[in-house]
Protein backbone atom coordinates (compact mmCIF):
# COMPACT_ATOMS: atom_id res chain seq x y z
CA UNK A 1 0.00 0.00 0.00
CA UNK A 2 1.20 3.26 -0.97
CA UNK A 3 1.17 6.28 1.61
CA UNK A 4 -2.05 7.67 2.21
CA UNK A 5 -3.10 11.06 0.66
CA UNK A 6 -5.37 13.35 2.25
CA UNK A 7 -8.20 15.33 0.19
CA UNK A 8 -11.08 17.63 1.16
CA UNK A 9 -13.14 15.70 -0.88
CA UNK A 10 -13.13 12.26 -2.36
CA UNK A 11 -15.96 11.95 -5.54
CA UNK A 12 -16.61 8.02 -5.91
CA UNK A 13 -17.49 8.10 -10.05
CA UNK A 14 -16.74 9.54 -13.04
CA UNK A 15 -19.75 10.09 -15.25
CA UNK A 16 -21.30 12.96 -15.93
CA UNK A 17 -22.31 13.84 -12.75
CA UNK A 18 -18.73 13.24 -11.20
CA UNK A 19 -17.48 15.41 -13.18
CA UNK A 20 -19.34 18.40 -12.66
CA UNK A 21 -19.35 17.64 -9.08
CA UNK A 22 -15.68 17.47 -8.94
CA UNK A 23 -15.26 20.74 -11.48
CA UNK A 24 -17.99 22.82 -8.99
CA UNK A 25 -15.63 21.54 -5.93
CA UNK A 26 -12.36 22.53 -6.81
CA UNK A 27 -14.15 26.29 -8.75
CA UNK A 28 -15.19 26.77 -4.96
CA UNK A 29 -11.56 26.16 -3.83
CA UNK A 30 -11.30 22.71 -1.94
CA UNK A 31 -8.80 20.06 -3.12
CA UNK A 32 -10.83 17.23 -4.92
CA UNK A 33 -9.66 13.57 -6.02
CA UNK A 34 -12.16 12.24 -8.75
CA UNK A 35 -11.74 8.29 -8.79
CA UNK A 36 -13.58 5.89 -11.94
CA UNK A 37 -13.38 2.28 -11.56
CA UNK A 38 -13.28 2.25 -15.62
CA UNK A 39 -12.44 5.01 -18.10
CA UNK A 40 -14.28 8.35 -17.19
CA UNK A 41 -18.40 8.11 -18.85
CA UNK A 42 -17.64 4.52 -19.23
CA UNK A 43 -21.18 3.65 -17.07
CA UNK A 44 -24.10 5.39 -17.95
CA UNK A 45 -23.06 8.54 -19.23
CA UNK A 46 -21.62 6.65 -21.98
CA UNK A 47 -24.12 4.30 -22.37
CA UNK A 48 -27.19 6.43 -22.99
CA UNK A 49 -29.30 7.87 -25.91
CA UNK A 50 -27.59 11.18 -26.55
CA UNK A 51 -30.66 13.58 -25.89
CA UNK A 52 -30.52 17.30 -24.58
CA UNK A 53 -33.54 17.33 -23.30
CA UNK A 54 -35.55 20.40 -24.29
CA UNK A 55 -38.04 19.25 -21.45
CA UNK A 56 -40.76 18.19 -23.66
CA UNK A 57 -40.84 14.80 -22.50
CA UNK A 58 -41.76 15.21 -19.10
CA UNK A 59 -44.23 18.50 -19.37
CA UNK A 60 -47.58 16.57 -18.49
CA UNK A 61 -46.27 14.58 -16.32
CA UNK A 62 -43.41 16.35 -13.98
CA UNK A 63 -43.43 19.84 -14.97
CA UNK A 64 -40.34 20.60 -12.13
CA UNK A 65 -38.32 17.77 -14.38
CA UNK A 66 -39.42 19.74 -17.54
CA UNK A 67 -38.09 22.99 -16.13
CA UNK A 68 -34.71 21.74 -14.61
CA UNK A 69 -34.28 20.19 -18.30
CA UNK A 70 -35.03 23.59 -20.23
CA UNK A 71 -32.82 25.77 -18.08
CA UNK A 72 -30.19 23.04 -17.95
CA UNK A 73 -30.46 23.04 -21.66
CA UNK A 74 -29.98 26.82 -22.23
CA UNK A 75 -26.56 26.44 -20.04
CA UNK A 76 -25.32 23.59 -21.67
CA UNK A 77 -25.21 25.47 -24.85
CA UNK A 78 -23.64 28.63 -23.20
CA UNK A 79 -20.91 26.43 -21.73
CA UNK A 80 -20.23 23.39 -23.86
CA UNK A 81 -21.23 24.22 -27.29
CA UNK A 82 -18.84 21.95 -28.30
CA UNK A 83 -20.51 18.80 -26.92
CA UNK A 84 -23.98 20.05 -28.51
CA UNK A 85 -25.46 19.65 -32.16
CA UNK A 86 -28.26 21.93 -32.21
CA UNK A 87 -30.79 19.14 -34.20
CA UNK A 88 -33.73 21.21 -32.89
CA UNK A 89 -36.49 18.59 -32.03
CA UNK A 90 -39.91 18.10 -32.78
CA UNK A 91 -43.11 16.30 -30.91
CA UNK A 92 -45.73 14.56 -33.49
CA UNK A 93 -48.82 12.76 -32.94
CA UNK A 94 -49.05 9.53 -34.72
CA UNK A 95 -53.02 7.90 -34.83
CA UNK A 96 -51.65 5.76 -32.27
CA UNK A 97 -51.59 9.01 -29.79
CA UNK A 98 -54.43 9.78 -27.48
CA UNK A 99 -56.08 13.12 -28.51
CA UNK A 100 -56.02 13.80 -25.07
CA UNK A 101 -52.09 14.09 -24.36
CA UNK A 102 -51.71 16.33 -27.95
CA UNK A 103 -54.17 18.63 -27.15
CA UNK A 104 -52.36 19.11 -23.59
CA UNK A 105 -48.96 18.79 -24.63
CA UNK A 106 -48.60 22.74 -26.36
CA UNK A 107 -50.34 24.25 -22.92
CA UNK A 108 -48.28 22.19 -20.69
CA UNK A 109 -44.80 23.44 -22.66
CA UNK A 110 -46.33 27.01 -22.24
CA UNK A 111 -46.63 26.57 -17.99
CA UNK A 112 -43.06 24.83 -18.10
CA UNK A 113 -41.36 27.34 -20.01
CA UNK A 114 -40.46 25.29 -22.80
CA UNK A 115 -40.41 26.79 -25.88
CA UNK A 116 -43.23 25.05 -28.02
CA UNK A 117 -44.34 25.90 -31.36
CA UNK A 118 -47.16 23.93 -33.78
CA UNK A 119 -45.84 23.43 -37.21
CA UNK A 120 -48.12 22.29 -40.27
CA UNK A 121 -47.24 18.79 -40.69
CA UNK A 122 -46.25 19.37 -44.54
CA UNK A 123 -43.33 21.79 -43.70
CA UNK A 124 -42.08 18.95 -41.44
CA UNK A 125 -42.69 16.09 -44.10
CA UNK A 126 -40.84 18.60 -46.44
CA UNK A 127 -37.85 18.78 -43.75
CA UNK A 128 -37.93 15.21 -42.83
CA UNK A 129 -39.39 13.08 -45.64
CA UNK A 130 -38.51 9.73 -44.14
CA UNK A 131 -41.26 10.67 -41.35
CA UNK A 132 -44.40 8.77 -41.45
CA UNK A 133 -46.47 10.14 -43.62
CA UNK A 134 -49.64 9.62 -41.83
CA UNK A 135 -48.53 11.98 -38.21
CA UNK A 136 -51.36 14.20 -37.60
CA UNK A 137 -49.86 16.92 -35.85
CA UNK A 138 -45.97 18.49 -34.93
CA UNK A 139 -44.67 21.01 -32.57
CA UNK A 140 -41.09 22.04 -32.69
CA UNK A 141 -38.93 22.26 -29.02
CA UNK A 142 -34.99 22.93 -28.45
CA UNK A 143 -33.83 19.06 -28.25
CA UNK A 144 -30.68 18.77 -29.31
CA UNK A 145 -27.74 16.05 -29.33
CA UNK A 146 -25.02 15.30 -26.49
CA UNK A 147 -21.65 14.22 -26.88
CA UNK A 148 -20.88 12.51 -23.76
CA UNK A 149 -17.33 11.90 -23.87
CA UNK A 150 -16.40 15.29 -25.23
CA UNK A 151 -18.05 17.19 -22.27
CA UNK A 152 -17.14 14.77 -19.63
CA UNK A 153 -13.09 15.58 -20.61
CA UNK A 154 -14.06 19.67 -20.92
CA UNK A 155 -15.53 19.48 -17.65
CA UNK A 156 -12.82 17.34 -15.62
CA UNK A 157 -9.82 19.49 -17.40
CA UNK A 158 -11.50 22.57 -15.80
CA UNK A 159 -11.33 21.11 -12.69
CA UNK A 160 -7.62 19.66 -13.17
CA UNK A 161 -7.31 23.41 -14.12
CA UNK A 162 -7.92 24.06 -10.14
CA UNK A 163 -5.91 21.48 -8.91
CA UNK A 164 -8.20 18.71 -8.80
CA UNK A 165 -7.05 15.31 -9.34
CA UNK A 166 -8.73 12.95 -12.10
CA UNK A 167 -8.32 9.04 -11.95
CA UNK A 168 -9.56 6.97 -14.04
CA UNK A 169 -9.25 3.04 -13.56
CA UNK A 170 -9.27 3.12 -9.89
CA UNK A 171 -11.96 1.30 -7.94
CA UNK A 172 -12.92 2.23 -4.61
CA UNK A 173 -13.06 -0.82 -2.52
CA UNK A 174 -13.28 -0.47 0.56
CA UNK A 175 -13.55 2.23 3.42
CA UNK A 176 -12.69 2.10 7.34
CA UNK A 177 -15.11 4.31 9.70
CA UNK A 178 -14.56 5.72 13.21
CA UNK A 179 -16.22 4.35 16.36
CA UNK A 180 -18.65 7.81 15.93
CA UNK A 181 -19.20 6.65 12.32
CA UNK A 182 -16.92 9.49 10.51
CA UNK A 183 -15.60 7.77 6.73
CA UNK A 184 -11.11 8.08 7.72
CA UNK A 185 -10.24 6.49 4.91
CA UNK A 186 -10.81 4.78 1.39
CA UNK A 187 -8.83 2.21 -0.25
CA UNK A 188 -8.48 2.40 -3.84
CA UNK A 189 -7.48 -0.31 -6.05
CA UNK A 190 -5.39 0.90 -9.48
CA UNK A 191 -7.50 -2.06 -11.80
CA UNK A 192 -4.51 -2.07 -14.17
CA UNK A 193 -1.54 -3.00 -11.28
CA UNK A 194 -3.77 -3.89 -8.09
CA UNK A 195 -2.05 -1.36 -6.10
CA UNK A 196 -3.87 0.00 -2.84
CA UNK A 197 -3.65 3.88 -2.49
CA UNK A 198 -5.10 4.80 0.92
CA UNK A 199 -7.10 7.84 0.76
CA UNK A 200 -8.15 9.99 3.82
CA UNK A 201 -10.62 12.28 2.92
CA UNK A 202 -12.23 15.28 5.16
CA UNK A 203 -15.97 14.52 2.86
CA UNK A 204 -16.86 11.16 0.82
CA UNK A 205 -19.37 11.80 -2.17
CA UNK A 206 -20.74 8.77 -4.04
CA UNK A 207 -21.54 9.57 -7.36
CA UNK A 208 -21.52 6.15 -8.63
CA UNK A 209 -25.04 5.96 -10.25
CA UNK A 210 -26.69 2.48 -10.58
CA UNK A 211 -23.50 1.14 -8.51
CA UNK A 212 -24.19 3.63 -5.31
CA UNK A 213 -25.76 0.91 -3.81
CA UNK A 214 -22.37 -1.22 -3.75
CA UNK A 215 -20.55 2.17 -2.59
CA UNK A 216 -22.55 2.96 0.21
CA UNK A 217 -21.97 -0.77 1.24
CA UNK A 218 -18.73 0.01 1.71
CA UNK A 219 -19.78 2.13 4.70
CA UNK A 220 -22.13 -0.54 5.51
CA UNK A 221 -25.24 1.31 4.84
CA UNK A 222 -27.73 0.08 2.83
CA UNK A 223 -29.16 1.41 -0.15
CA UNK A 224 -31.59 0.07 -2.76
CA UNK A 225 -31.41 1.00 -6.07
CA UNK A 226 -33.45 -0.75 -9.11
CA UNK A 227 -31.39 -0.25 -11.92
CA UNK A 228 -33.56 0.31 -15.13
CA UNK A 229 -32.06 -1.17 -18.05
CA UNK A 230 -33.15 0.27 -21.83
CA UNK A 231 -31.94 -0.75 -25.01
CA UNK A 232 -31.05 1.35 -27.76
CA UNK A 233 -30.62 0.33 -31.74
CA UNK A 234 -28.54 2.40 -33.92
CA UNK A 235 -28.81 2.86 -37.90
CA UNK A 236 -26.67 3.51 -40.10
CA UNK A 237 -27.81 6.70 -41.71
CA UNK A 238 -29.53 9.96 -40.20
CA UNK A 239 -32.78 9.14 -41.66
CA UNK A 240 -34.14 12.46 -39.72
CA UNK A 241 -31.73 15.60 -39.00
CA UNK A 242 -33.92 16.65 -35.88
CA UNK A 243 -34.36 14.77 -32.97
CA UNK A 244 -38.14 13.14 -32.97
CA UNK A 245 -40.48 12.29 -30.29
CA UNK A 246 -44.15 10.76 -30.03
CA UNK A 247 -46.71 13.13 -28.76
CA UNK A 248 -47.91 10.92 -25.91
CA UNK A 249 -46.83 9.33 -22.21
CA UNK A 250 -43.51 8.06 -22.49
CA UNK A 251 -43.04 4.79 -23.50
CA UNK A 252 -40.64 2.09 -25.69
CA UNK A 253 -38.66 3.06 -28.63
CA UNK A 254 -40.21 6.78 -28.96
CA UNK A 255 -37.58 8.93 -29.69
CA UNK A 256 -35.19 8.72 -32.70
CA UNK A 257 -31.95 11.10 -32.26
CA UNK A 258 -29.80 11.65 -34.74
CA UNK A 259 -25.76 11.27 -33.75
CA UNK A 260 -22.85 12.58 -35.38
CA UNK A 261 -23.39 10.18 -39.01
CA UNK A 262 -25.89 7.55 -37.46
CA UNK A 263 -29.46 7.82 -36.10
CA UNK A 264 -30.34 6.03 -32.45
CA UNK A 265 -33.65 4.59 -31.72
CA UNK A 266 -34.62 4.18 -27.89
CA UNK A 267 -35.02 3.22 -25.63
CA UNK A 268 -36.19 0.09 -23.82
CA UNK A 269 -36.75 -0.11 -19.69
CA UNK A 270 -36.61 -3.19 -17.81
CA UNK A 271 -35.43 -2.94 -14.39
CA UNK A 272 -32.16 -5.50 -13.80
CA UNK A 273 -30.94 -6.87 -10.46
CA UNK A 274 -27.22 -5.82 -11.18
CA UNK A 275 -25.84 -3.22 -13.28
CA UNK A 276 -23.21 -5.12 -14.81
CA UNK A 277 -25.01 -8.27 -15.49
CA UNK A 278 -27.77 -7.77 -18.18
CA UNK A 279 -28.14 -8.48 -21.84
CA UNK A 280 -30.51 -7.56 -24.68
CA UNK A 281 -33.14 -9.46 -25.60
CA UNK A 282 -34.67 -9.95 -29.24
CA UNK A 283 -37.88 -9.20 -27.81
CA UNK A 284 -36.98 -5.94 -27.21
CA UNK A 285 -35.48 -5.29 -29.87
CA UNK A 286 -38.51 -6.58 -32.31
CA UNK A 287 -40.47 -4.23 -29.80
CA UNK A 288 -38.14 -0.75 -30.78
CA UNK A 289 -38.67 -1.80 -34.73
CA UNK A 290 -42.19 -2.23 -33.66
CA UNK A 291 -42.62 1.10 -32.38
CA UNK A 292 -40.07 2.86 -34.78
CA UNK A 293 -41.94 2.12 -37.76
CA UNK A 294 -44.60 4.10 -36.49
CA UNK A 295 -42.33 6.97 -37.20
CA UNK A 296 -40.63 6.15 -39.93
CA UNK A 297 -42.43 3.34 -41.97
CA UNK A 298 -39.00 2.69 -44.20
CA UNK A 299 -37.08 1.55 -40.82
CA UNK A 300 -36.60 -1.99 -42.20
CA UNK A 301 -35.02 -0.81 -45.32
CA UNK A 302 -32.19 0.68 -43.25
CA UNK A 303 -29.05 -0.87 -41.81
CA UNK A 304 -28.91 -1.74 -38.27
CA UNK A 305 -25.62 -1.53 -36.92
CA UNK A 306 -25.88 -2.51 -33.31
CA UNK A 307 -27.86 -2.83 -30.31
CA UNK A 308 -26.52 -1.10 -26.81
CA UNK A 309 -27.57 -0.93 -23.48
CA UNK A 310 -27.44 1.38 -20.21
CA UNK A 311 -29.12 1.31 -16.81
CA UNK A 312 -30.59 4.60 -15.33
CA UNK A 313 -29.49 5.10 -11.70
CA UNK A 314 -32.84 4.72 -9.92
CA UNK A 315 -33.56 5.04 -6.31
CA UNK A 316 -36.37 2.43 -5.34
CA UNK A 317 -35.89 2.83 -1.38
CA UNK A 318 -38.83 5.42 -0.75
CA UNK A 319 -40.95 3.97 -3.81
CA UNK A 320 -44.30 2.11 -3.41
CA UNK A 321 -43.12 -1.65 -4.82
CA UNK A 322 -46.00 -1.38 -7.61
CA UNK A 323 -44.15 1.69 -8.84
CA UNK A 324 -40.43 -0.39 -8.81
CA UNK A 325 -42.21 -3.36 -10.93
CA UNK A 326 -42.55 -1.22 -13.23
CA UNK A 327 -39.37 0.64 -14.00
CA UNK A 328 -40.85 3.82 -15.73
CA UNK A 329 -43.19 4.50 -12.94
CA UNK A 330 -40.18 5.47 -10.96
CA UNK A 331 -38.94 8.58 -10.55
CA UNK A 332 -36.21 10.13 -13.00
CA UNK A 333 -35.59 12.94 -10.36
CA UNK A 334 -32.13 13.73 -8.75
CA UNK A 335 -31.97 13.10 -5.32
CA UNK A 336 -29.08 14.05 -2.58
CA UNK A 337 -29.02 11.72 -0.17
CA UNK A 338 -27.15 12.88 3.42
CA UNK A 339 -26.19 9.47 4.73
CA UNK A 340 -25.57 11.52 7.85
CA UNK A 341 -29.21 12.53 8.65
CA UNK A 342 -30.24 8.75 7.04
CA UNK A 343 -27.58 6.55 8.52
CA UNK A 344 -25.70 8.25 10.99
CA UNK A 345 -22.69 8.77 8.88
CA UNK A 346 -21.23 12.00 9.02
CA UNK A 347 -19.03 12.76 6.53
CA UNK A 348 -21.26 10.61 3.06
CA UNK A 349 -23.72 12.02 0.77
CA UNK A 350 -24.89 10.04 -1.86
CA UNK A 351 -26.47 11.55 -5.38
CA UNK A 352 -28.62 9.47 -7.27
CA UNK A 353 -31.22 9.52 -10.37
CA UNK A 354 -31.61 12.53 -12.58
CA UNK A 355 -30.29 13.24 -16.60
CA UNK A 356 -27.06 13.89 -18.46
CA UNK A 357 -28.59 17.07 -19.29
CA UNK A 358 -29.34 17.90 -15.78
CA UNK A 359 -25.98 17.11 -14.48
CA UNK A 360 -24.62 20.37 -14.08
CA UNK A 361 -27.32 21.42 -11.74
CA UNK A 362 -27.13 17.91 -10.04
CA UNK A 363 -23.72 18.81 -9.09
CA UNK A 364 -24.38 22.62 -8.50
CA UNK A 365 -26.91 21.15 -5.79
CA UNK A 366 -25.05 18.17 -4.32
CA UNK A 367 -21.73 20.86 -3.74
CA UNK A 368 -23.93 23.20 -2.17
CA UNK A 369 -24.61 20.64 0.49
CA UNK A 370 -21.17 19.26 0.72
CA UNK A 371 -19.51 23.19 1.10
CA UNK A 372 -22.41 23.52 4.03
CA UNK A 373 -21.05 20.55 5.41
CA UNK A 374 -17.61 21.62 5.55
CA UNK A 375 -18.15 25.61 6.49
CA UNK A 376 -17.41 26.69 2.81
CA UNK A 377 -19.50 29.77 1.32
CA UNK A 378 -17.89 29.61 -1.94
CA UNK A 379 -20.80 30.22 -4.35
CA UNK A 380 -21.31 27.71 -7.67
CA UNK A 381 -19.83 29.37 -11.07
CA UNK A 382 -20.51 26.41 -13.50
CA UNK A 383 -23.19 27.62 -15.09
CA UNK A 384 -21.62 31.21 -16.44
CA UNK A 385 -18.36 29.64 -16.90
CA UNK A 386 -17.68 28.51 -20.48
CA UNK A 387 -15.67 24.78 -20.53
CA UNK A 388 -11.98 24.88 -22.06
CA UNK A 389 -11.84 23.52 -25.27
CA UNK A 390 -14.90 25.21 -27.12
CA UNK A 391 -13.61 26.36 -30.21
CA UNK A 392 -15.30 29.28 -31.40
CA UNK A 393 -18.15 28.53 -28.81
CA UNK A 394 -20.73 27.11 -31.87
CA UNK A 395 -22.49 23.76 -31.09
CA UNK A 396 -20.66 20.85 -33.62
CA UNK A 397 -22.66 20.35 -36.98
CA UNK A 398 -22.60 17.09 -39.14
CA UNK A 399 -19.92 18.40 -41.59
CA UNK A 400 -17.41 19.73 -39.03
CA UNK A 401 -14.77 17.17 -39.26
CA UNK A 402 -14.35 17.29 -42.86
CA UNK A 403 -14.59 21.08 -42.90
CA UNK A 404 -11.41 20.90 -40.41
CA UNK A 405 -9.89 17.95 -42.00
CA UNK A 406 -9.92 19.97 -45.16
CA UNK A 407 -8.57 23.47 -43.56
CA UNK A 408 -5.73 21.13 -42.92
CA UNK A 409 -5.04 20.27 -46.47
CA UNK A 410 -7.85 17.38 -47.18
CA UNK A 411 -7.09 13.91 -48.70
CA UNK A 412 -7.25 10.69 -47.30
CA UNK A 413 -4.17 9.25 -46.71
CA UNK A 414 -3.46 10.24 -43.75
CA UNK A 415 -7.62 9.32 -41.98
CA UNK A 416 -7.22 6.27 -39.55
CA UNK A 417 -11.20 6.23 -39.39
CA UNK A 418 -12.54 7.38 -42.34
CA UNK A 419 -16.84 7.27 -40.79
CA UNK A 420 -15.57 9.67 -38.16
CA UNK A 421 -12.86 11.46 -40.12
CA UNK A 422 -10.40 10.54 -37.46
CA UNK A 423 -6.73 11.37 -39.04
CA UNK A 424 -3.08 9.90 -37.81
CA UNK A 425 -2.65 13.32 -36.25
CA UNK A 426 -5.92 13.14 -34.09
CA UNK A 427 -4.83 9.78 -32.95
CA UNK A 428 -1.38 10.95 -31.86
CA UNK A 429 -2.51 13.63 -30.12
CA UNK A 430 -4.81 11.54 -28.35
CA UNK A 431 -1.95 8.89 -27.32
CA UNK A 432 -0.23 11.18 -26.24
CA UNK A 433 -2.09 12.68 -23.55
CA UNK A 434 -4.05 9.18 -22.42
CA UNK A 435 -1.44 6.35 -23.06
CA UNK A 436 -2.01 4.12 -21.46
CA UNK A 437 -5.08 3.20 -22.63
CA UNK A 438 -7.54 1.03 -24.86
CA UNK A 439 -8.82 1.12 -28.00
CA UNK A 440 -12.10 1.23 -26.33
CA UNK A 441 -11.06 4.44 -24.46
CA UNK A 442 -9.74 5.93 -28.05
CA UNK A 443 -13.23 5.05 -29.21
CA UNK A 444 -14.87 7.05 -26.32
CA UNK A 445 -12.10 10.28 -26.73
CA UNK A 446 -11.84 10.02 -30.78
CA UNK A 447 -15.07 8.24 -31.55
CA UNK A 448 -13.00 5.82 -33.53
CA UNK A 449 -15.45 2.55 -34.44
CA UNK A 450 -18.33 4.32 -33.59
CA UNK A 451 -19.66 4.90 -37.66
CA UNK A 452 -20.93 2.66 -40.26
CA UNK A 453 -18.26 0.51 -40.36
CA UNK A 454 -18.03 -0.24 -36.65
CA UNK A 455 -14.05 -0.52 -36.54
CA UNK A 456 -14.34 -2.76 -39.73
CA UNK A 457 -10.94 -1.04 -40.95
CA UNK A 458 -10.34 1.70 -38.40
CA UNK A 459 -9.32 -1.26 -35.36
CA UNK A 460 -6.57 -2.55 -37.60
CA UNK A 461 -4.92 0.83 -38.64
CA UNK A 462 -5.06 2.19 -35.00
CA UNK A 463 -3.58 -1.17 -33.32
CA UNK A 464 -0.82 -0.79 -36.42
CA UNK A 465 -0.39 2.88 -35.23
CA UNK A 466 -0.03 1.68 -31.29
CA UNK A 467 2.30 -1.26 -32.19
CA UNK A 468 4.82 1.08 -34.36
CA UNK A 469 4.52 3.71 -31.73
CA UNK A 470 5.38 1.06 -28.47
CA UNK A 471 8.09 -0.89 -30.95
CA UNK A 472 9.74 2.85 -31.76
CA UNK A 473 9.61 4.03 -28.03
CA UNK A 474 7.52 6.81 -29.31
CA UNK A 475 4.24 6.71 -26.51
CA UNK A 476 4.80 7.85 -23.51
CA UNK A 477 6.39 6.03 -20.73
CA UNK A 478 4.23 3.87 -18.71
CA UNK A 479 3.81 0.72 -16.51
CA UNK A 480 2.33 -1.58 -19.23
CA UNK A 481 2.87 -4.83 -21.13
CA UNK A 482 3.20 -3.88 -24.74
CA UNK A 483 4.14 -7.43 -26.45
CA UNK A 484 2.85 -7.70 -29.78
CA UNK A 485 0.61 -10.19 -28.30
CA UNK A 486 -0.89 -7.37 -25.68
CA UNK A 487 -1.19 -5.13 -28.70
CA UNK A 488 -3.12 -8.03 -30.65
CA UNK A 489 -4.93 -8.77 -27.60
CA UNK A 490 -6.60 -5.28 -27.35
CA UNK A 491 -7.79 -5.38 -31.22
CA UNK A 492 -9.47 -8.47 -30.14
CA UNK A 493 -11.27 -7.03 -26.90
CA UNK A 494 -12.04 -4.11 -29.39
CA UNK A 495 -13.77 -5.79 -32.07
CA UNK A 496 -15.19 -8.39 -29.59
CA UNK A 497 -17.05 -5.34 -28.01
CA UNK A 498 -18.42 -4.02 -31.28
CA UNK A 499 -19.13 -7.62 -33.02
CA UNK A 500 -21.21 -7.95 -29.35
CA UNK A 501 -23.31 -5.45 -30.08
CA UNK A 502 -24.21 -6.71 -33.21
CA UNK A 503 -26.01 -10.24 -32.03
CA UNK A 504 -29.17 -8.93 -30.51
CA UNK A 505 -30.09 -7.67 -34.07
CA UNK A 506 -28.54 -10.29 -36.26
CA UNK A 507 -31.46 -11.72 -38.64
CA UNK A 508 -32.44 -11.49 -42.45
CA UNK A 509 -29.57 -9.65 -44.42
CA UNK A 510 -28.20 -7.88 -41.33
CA UNK A 511 -26.85 -11.89 -40.45
CA UNK A 512 -25.50 -12.40 -43.78
CA UNK A 513 -23.41 -9.51 -43.68
CA UNK A 514 -22.23 -10.99 -39.84
CA UNK A 515 -21.40 -14.05 -41.17
CA UNK A 516 -18.99 -12.27 -43.92
CA UNK A 517 -17.24 -10.18 -41.27
CA UNK A 518 -17.05 -13.00 -39.14
CA UNK A 519 -15.14 -15.00 -42.38
CA UNK A 520 -13.37 -11.83 -42.76
CA UNK A 521 -12.27 -11.64 -39.57
CA UNK A 522 -11.42 -15.13 -38.89
CA UNK A 523 -10.25 -16.59 -42.30
CA UNK A 524 -8.82 -13.71 -43.30
CA UNK A 525 -7.22 -12.13 -40.92
CA UNK A 526 -6.57 -15.08 -38.48
CA UNK A 527 -8.78 -13.76 -35.70
CA UNK A 528 -9.04 -17.21 -33.99
CA UNK A 529 -12.59 -16.53 -32.24
CA UNK A 530 -14.90 -13.11 -31.40
CA UNK A 531 -16.65 -15.46 -28.82
CA UNK A 532 -13.90 -15.21 -26.63
CA UNK A 533 -16.00 -12.68 -24.93
CA UNK A 534 -13.68 -11.48 -22.22
CA UNK A 535 -11.93 -7.96 -21.98
CA UNK A 536 -8.27 -8.94 -21.41
CA UNK A 537 -6.47 -7.12 -18.38
CA UNK A 538 -4.20 -5.88 -21.42
CA UNK A 539 -3.39 -2.09 -21.22
CA UNK A 540 -6.45 -0.37 -19.92
CA UNK A 541 -8.94 -2.60 -20.44
CA UNK A 542 -12.24 -2.79 -18.70
CA UNK A 543 -11.83 -5.69 -16.23
CA UNK A 544 -15.54 -7.59 -17.52
CA UNK A 545 -17.53 -9.73 -15.69
CA UNK A 546 -19.90 -7.08 -16.59
CA UNK A 547 -20.54 -8.12 -20.26
CA UNK A 548 -19.99 -12.06 -19.86
CA UNK A 549 -23.81 -12.55 -19.52
CA UNK A 550 -24.81 -10.33 -22.00
CA UNK A 551 -22.48 -12.22 -24.57
CA UNK A 552 -24.10 -15.21 -23.39
CA UNK A 553 -27.12 -14.06 -23.88
CA UNK A 554 -26.42 -12.61 -27.71
CA UNK A 555 -24.76 -15.80 -28.19
CA UNK A 556 -28.01 -17.62 -27.67
CA UNK A 557 -29.78 -15.35 -29.64
CA UNK A 558 -27.50 -15.90 -32.71
CA UNK A 559 -27.66 -19.82 -32.32
CA UNK A 560 -31.54 -19.44 -32.07
CA UNK A 561 -31.76 -18.24 -35.42
CA UNK A 562 -29.00 -19.68 -37.47
C1 LIG B 1 -31.02 3.86 -21.74
C2 LIG B 1 -30.79 5.23 -21.19
C3 LIG B 1 -30.99 6.35 -21.99
C4 LIG B 1 -30.78 7.62 -21.47
N1 LIG B 1 -30.92 8.69 -22.29
C5 LIG B 1 -30.66 9.93 -21.82
C6 LIG B 1 -30.73 11.04 -22.70
O1 LIG B 1 -30.96 10.88 -23.90
N2 LIG B 1 -30.52 12.28 -22.18
C7 LIG B 1 -30.25 12.46 -20.85
O2 LIG B 1 -30.10 13.60 -20.44
N3 LIG B 1 -30.14 11.41 -20.00
C8 LIG B 1 -30.33 10.15 -20.45
N4 LIG B 1 -30.22 9.08 -19.62
C9 LIG B 1 -29.86 9.30 -18.21
C10 LIG B 1 -28.36 9.53 -18.05
O3 LIG B 1 -27.61 8.79 -18.97
C11 LIG B 1 -27.88 9.16 -16.66
O4 LIG B 1 -28.76 9.64 -15.69
C12 LIG B 1 -26.50 9.73 -16.39
O5 LIG B 1 -25.61 9.40 -17.42
C13 LIG B 1 -25.98 9.19 -15.07
O6 LIG B 1 -24.69 9.73 -14.88
P1 LIG B 1 -23.92 9.41 -13.56
O7 LIG B 1 -22.62 10.13 -13.63
O8 LIG B 1 -24.79 9.70 -12.39
O9 LIG B 1 -23.69 7.82 -13.59
P2 LIG B 1 -22.62 6.99 -14.45
O10 LIG B 1 -22.35 7.62 -15.74
O11 LIG B 1 -23.08 5.57 -14.46
O12 LIG B 1 -21.31 7.13 -13.58
C14 LIG B 1 -21.10 6.36 -12.41
C15 LIG B 1 -19.65 5.93 -12.42
O13 LIG B 1 -19.32 5.36 -11.17
C16 LIG B 1 -18.29 4.43 -11.40
N5 LIG B 1 -18.18 3.53 -10.23
C17 LIG B 1 -19.09 2.66 -9.78
N6 LIG B 1 -18.61 2.01 -8.69
C18 LIG B 1 -17.37 2.51 -8.46
C19 LIG B 1 -16.37 2.24 -7.49
N7 LIG B 1 -16.52 1.30 -6.52
N8 LIG B 1 -15.20 2.92 -7.55
C20 LIG B 1 -14.98 3.85 -8.51
N9 LIG B 1 -15.92 4.13 -9.47
C21 LIG B 1 -17.09 3.48 -9.43
C22 LIG B 1 -18.74 3.73 -12.67
O14 LIG B 1 -17.65 3.11 -13.35
C23 LIG B 1 -19.36 4.87 -13.47
O15 LIG B 1 -18.47 5.39 -14.45
C24 LIG B 1 -30.39 7.78 -20.12
C25 LIG B 1 -30.17 6.66 -19.31
C26 LIG B 1 -30.35 5.39 -19.85
C27 LIG B 1 -30.06 4.20 -19.02
Same mark, same amino acid.
Given at each position: ??? @???????? +??? %?? @?????? *??? &??? %?????????GDLGSGTSGRHHGLLHSGGRYVVKDALAARECIDENRILRRIAPASIEDTGGYFVATPDDPEEYVETFAAACLASGVPCEEVPVADL????? &??? =?? +????????? %???? =????????? &????? *???? +????? *????????? %?? *?????DIADERSGSITRVAPRFVVSASGAWAGAVAGLARIKLSMAPGKGTMLIFNQRMTDAVINRCHRPADGDIMVPVHEVAILGTTEITVEDPDRYGIGREEVAQLMVEGRKLFPDLDRMRLLRAYAGVRPLYKDDQPAAKVEDGREISRAHLIIDHESRDGVGNFVSIVGGKITTHRLMAEQTADAVCAKLGVTQPCTTAEEVLPGQGDARSYWLGHRLAEHEEDGGGDADLICECEMLTRAGLDSFLDARWPCSLDDVRRGTRLGMGPCQGGFCTFRAAGVIAERSATGALPAAPTDLSPDAVDRMRLDFLAERFRGTRPIAWGRQLQELWIMSGLYTGVLGVESLDHGSPSPGPGSTPGSADRPAVAAERELTHAQR
Open positions: MST @TLSVDVLI +IGG %GA @TGAGLV *RDL &ARR %GLRCLLVDKLRREP &ALH =PS +IRRAFRVPD %GALE =PWQLIQATV &ADARS *RGAE +IWPYQ *RAVAMELTA %GQ *RIVSV
